[in-house]
């Protein structure tokens, strides 16, 4: 069983807006700080960005800062990205997943889910 459900990408222009869910499956997402991640065609998985358990705080990947919006529900049981001002180079499917941090770099945490979801496709069309 897939530990997470990622939802809403899809094609969008240039300066589009998409947002996206990752509903946690038969969990919840309590005690964990969850991050997003995406990867692009020929390249590595890479940090986006995350949301500690009982913080405000958010933390993005300096590509996304000011255009990402990450955010859980009040039940812990989702995690969006509201991802504003798409350019081309967003385009990756995007993935959440427990994160920590270790030395200042974000990465998966995968003592926490132990896998990943099947991702979402987001596509930008410059």
């Known amino acids: 069983q897939v530990p997470v459900v990622e939802s809403g990408g899809g094609l969008v222009q240039a300066g589009g807006s998409l947002r996206l869910s990752c509903l946690a499956s038969?969990?919840?997402?309590?005690?964990?700080?969850i991050g997003w991640f995406r990867q692009a065609p020929g390249k590595e998985r890479e940090f986006v960005a995350a949301i500690p358990w009982r913080s405000t705080d958010a933390y993005y990947a300096d590509s996304v800062q000011g255009r990402f919006t990450i955010s859980r529900d009040n039940d812990n049981v989702a995690v969006h990205l509201q991802m504003n001002s798409l350019k081309s180079e967003d385009t990756a499917v995007y993935y959440c997943?427990?994160?920590?941090?270790?030395?200042?770099?974000?990465?998966?945490?995968?003592?926490?889910?132990?896998?990943w979801g099947q991702g979402t496709q987001v596509i930008v069309s410059s």
């Open positions: 038969g969990r919840t997402f309590n005690g964990h700080t």
């Open positions: 997943n427990t994160a920590e941090r270790v030395l200042g770099t974000w990465r998966v945490d995968l003592s926490g889910f132990g896998s």
